[in-house]
């Protein structure tokens, strides 16, 4: 794989690499609150992670 290719997938990826930053941020802020809430936060990004890498199905009619 050359340099040229990698720099073109990494521009790719980077809308999704930036959400899992801002989503990871977000759940460091809620442990610094409670241990409990950080947790919790944390679920929600994965659910959320999850449902932006779950497949999607063609709305053809």
């Known amino acids: 794989m ?3 290719d990698i720099l073109k997938l ?3 990826l980077t809308p999704f690499i930036l959400v ?3 989503l990871l941020s977000i759940v460091v802020a ?5 241990i409990q809430l ?4 944390l679920g929600l990004a994965l659910i959320v ?3 932006i ?3 999607k199905q063609d709305k053809t009619e």
């Open 2 to 4: 050359k340099f040229k």
């Open 10 to 12: 990494v521009w790719a």
């Open 20 to 22: 899992c930053l801002g």
């Open 30 to 34: 809620a442990f610094l609150v409670a």
């Open 38 to 41: 950080g947790w919790l936060i």
């Open 49 to 51: 992670i999850g449902y």
């Open 53 to 55: 890498l779950s497949p």
